[in-house]
């Protein structure tokens, strides 16, 4: 199985910080990728596939990069609607793997 | 607009099973993936399995070999996900998800069942 690993595990920030979550896979999983936001009570949502590929109606300010292991999410102006867990997921191959959460709560 | 709606929230004996089911709308089920993610309590996100109800081919995480048996009903849209054997650690809230072929993300959820095992 592939292994995914998040850091931080959590983060607190102000509105307007850039923030930057990183995860990492246990091996090349070229860029099958891809980033969601959970807040409390409710269903994951996806922000991007692919790596990189931003979902429509998902604000601009979230980003994604990376290839291979490496991968980074980043918030260019944290808004107060961002505060929530965001979750990494590989779709290379079965089991399609979570990594663990970071946390972004209010400085 | 893709739709998912889920079952009802259920509460179980240790060794009993439950099962869940999630009615498609919108989309193509067929040609879907429909996954099964569960969260326990406080705890992050787990892929429990999926099923290719083109193929009819359903594909489970290690974990829950043997325990989970995942169906598609292609004449209602709807797909169940049913673990047997249950024990206290398997509360969790158990989301459906869709995604569009094998390496796509899941880009549709249901809106999660609450699964509760106690004695």
């Known amino acids: 199985d592939i292994q995914m690993t998040q850091s931080p595990s959590s983060l607190s920030a102000s509105i307007g910080d850039r923030v930057t979550i990183t995860c990492r896979a246990s091996?090349?999983?070229?860029?099958?990728l891809n980033w969601y936001q959970q807040k409390p009570g409710k269903a994951p949502k996806l922000l991007i596939s692919?790596?990189?590929s931003l979902q429509s109606a998902v604000p601009s300010r979230f980003s994604g990069s990376g290839s291979g292991t490496d991968f980074a999410l980043t918030i260019s102006s944290l808004q107060p609607e961002d505060f929530a867990t965001y979750y990494c997921?590989?779709?290379?191959?079965?089991?399609?793997?979570f990594g663990p959460g970071t946390k972004v709560d209010f400085k | 607009q893709v739709q998912l709606v889920q079952s009802g929230a259920e509460v179980k004996k240790p060794g009993s099973s439950v099962k869940v089911s999630c009615k498609a709308s919108?989309?193509?089920?067929?040609?879907?993936?429909t996954n099964w993610v569960r969260q326990a309590p406080g705890q992050g996100l787990e892929w429990v399995g999926r099923?290719?109800?083109?193929?009819?081919?359903?594909n489970y995480a290690q974990k829950f070999q043997g325990r989970v048996t995942i169906t598609a009903d292609r004449s209602t849209s709807t797909a169940y996900m049913e673990l047997s054997s249950l024990i206290s650690e398997d509360t969790a809230v158990y989301y459906c998800?869709?995604?569009?072929?094998?390496?796509?993300?899941?880009?549709?959820w249901g809106q999660g069942t609450l699964v509760t095992v106690s004695s």
């Open positions: 692919a790596a990189s």
């Open positions: 919108g989309g193509s089920f067929s040609s879907y993936t």
């Open positions: 997921q590989q779709s290379y191959s079965t089991p399609f793997t």
């Open positions: 998800a869709r995604a569009v072929d094998s390496g796509a993300p899941l880009a549709y």
């Open positions: 099923i290719i109800p083109i193929l009819d081919i359903a």
């Open positions: 091996q090349s999983i070229s860029t099958y």
